[in-house]
């Protein structure tokens, strides 16, 4: 069935190092991808997205490729920020051009990024 | 995208309450859905809803336990009953991107409703 498998955590970093969570998923068709962060007693916000294989989807400095070969979507930042701590959850969905989507969640990856 | 209010932010509650949960949103909007979040956990559906029919529920969550309702095409409500202390969690609700339209779109939340039962 449809799931997504996202790099354990915690991830902890100082401040300016080099970010990489991994996010692989297990879905039918052509699913969109989607990286959502929740920043602490906040909701989830949208961070990007990608629509199709190859799509770069990139925002504030996040970027993740949708790579159907490896069925993967990995986010990378180059220089994480103190501002960047948060919960990040990789998910798709997979709707027909008939129906509305079901969000599928990965269990999410708590980031601590230190001054 | 959408702005999406719900109410109320937090609560907490006595076990074998119940309690109902609004979603409004600013623009109308043919889907809205309902999450939940256990502690420390991932995001799960509970519950489509459509103006206009019933609630579709994902497994595992039943509409006597999570009635939901949809009297128009920018508010819902849900209500979780005879609350117990395994129910508390934050509720989110969403709707999808490009308003009116099917397909692979991303979803856009609430801050969500976090609840406590003692």
Redo the contacts between chains.
């Keep these: 069935g449809n799931s997504v498998t996202q790099m354990e955590g915690p991830v902890t970093l100082s401040e300016e190092a080099f970010l990489t969570i991994n996010c692989t998923y297990t879905a039918t068709g052509?699913?969109?991808l989607?990286w959502?962060v929740q920043y602490p007693g906040?909701?989830?916000?949208?961070l990007l997205?990608a629509?199709k294989a190859d799509d770069k989807g990139s925002n504030k400095g996040f970027e993740a490729t949708y790579r159907k070969e490896t069925t993967s979507f990995h986010l990378e930042k180059g220089s994480v920020q103190v501002s960047d701590s948060a919960v990040y959850?990789c998910a798709f969905?997979?709707?027909?051009?008939?129906?509305?989507?079901?969000?599928t969640?990965?269990?999410?990856t708590i980031l601590t990024v230190h001054p | 995208s959408a702005v999406i209010s719900q109410k109320p932010s937090r609560d907490i509650c006595q076990r074998g309450t119940s309690l109902t949960i609004q979603c409004q949103v600013d623009s109308q909007v043919t889907m809205m859905f309902w999450y939940r979040q256990q502690p420390g956990q991932s995001l799960t559906l509970i519950a489509t809803a459509n103006q206009g029919s019933e609630a579709t529920y994902e497994s595992g969550f039943v509409i006597d336990k999570f009635p939901i309702s949809r009297p128009n095409l920018t508010f819902s409500t849900l209500t979780v009953s005879n609350m117990s202390p395994e129910d508390s969690s934050i509720y989110l609700c969403s709707v999808e991107e490009k308003l009116g339209e099917k397909g692979n779109q991303p979803q856009h939340f609430g801050d969500g409703t976090r609840l406590s039962i003692l």
């Design positions: 052509y699913p969109s989607f959502y906040e909701g989830l916000q949208l997205k629509t959850f969905t997979n709707a027909g051009g008939t129906s509305y989507g079901k969000l969640f990965g269990q999410g």
